[in-house]
């Protein structure tokens, strides 16, 4: 079964202190890693799509990497408006099955 | 603007009673999607469409239906058949296959009274 583990859960940074999200994953075949960023009441907001390990795609103060077996949000210098609960999801090869994460809630203080 | 659209953003549903939730996209996507969101599970699929006229069952398709009569719109109705409605239900819509980066509306939450 295709599964997808976000940690940590929660994650409190002050402004400026810079830090790694984590996702690993077990999809069979994965053919694609989708990073998403949903604010409270809102729907998901996609922000990246890795396709093979080693690839790295950035967007403002968000760079998402991918290996064989986890892919890492890095956020760095983050500000309050960061603030949010960002997903990840798997695209497994054989079933064209895509598994979400719970997400990871990530709170910057000023 | 090109984007997806889900009404209404609050439902309420009696006891026994069927409701539909509507979305529309004008991004030209032939993949349309349910998700059903709840606190401390990932998204799960309820339905999916490839294209107009045919759609398939995801994870969590008991007690729901959808139609997929037009490209750009891809309802589905809670029937009462689904015992714990109550969840934040999510469309989305891709440019072809399930293979392909989703796009999400802003959701609509359903709440039981």
């Known amino acids: 079964e295709d599964q997808v583990t976000q940690s940590p859960e929660a994650l409190r940074l002050q402004e400026g202190e810079s830090s790694s999200l984590n996702c690993s994953y077990t999809?069979?075949?994965?053919?694609?890693l989708f990073w998403y960023r949903q604010d409270p009441g809102k729907g998901p907001e996609f922000l990246f799509t890795l396709y093979s390990a080693g690839e790295e795609k950035e967007k403002e103060r968000l760079k998402a990497t991918l290996t064989k077996k986890e892919s890492f949000l890095h956020i760095t210098a983050p500000k309050p408006e960061d603030s949010a609960t960002y997903l990840c999801?798997?695209?497994?090869?054989?079933?064209?099955?895509?598994?979400f994460g719970i997400g990871t809630k990530l709170q910057v203080i000023p | 603007d090109g984007g997806i659209t889900q009404s209404p953003k609050y439902l309420f549903r009696k006891e026994g009673q069927n409701v539909t939730l509507s979305c529309e996209q004008n991004?030209?996507?032939?993949?349309m999607y349910w998700y059903r969101q709840d606190p401390g599970q990932g998204l799960r699929l309820i339905y999916y469409s490839q294209i107009v006229n045919d759609f398939q069952k995801g994870d969590i398709a008991e007690g729901y239906s959808v139609s997929r009569e037009k490209k750009e719109s891809f309802p589905l109705t809670v029937t009462s058949a689904q015992k714990n409605p109550t969840a934040f239900y999510l469309c989305a819509s891709s440019v072809a296959g399930i293979q392909e980066t989703q796009y999400f509306g802003p959701g609509t939450r359903l709440l039981v009274l």
């Open positions: 999809v069979s075949g994965l053919r694609g």
């Open positions: 999801a798997g695209l497994s090869g054989g079933y064209q099955k895509v598994t």
């Open positions: 991004l030209n996507h032939d993949a």
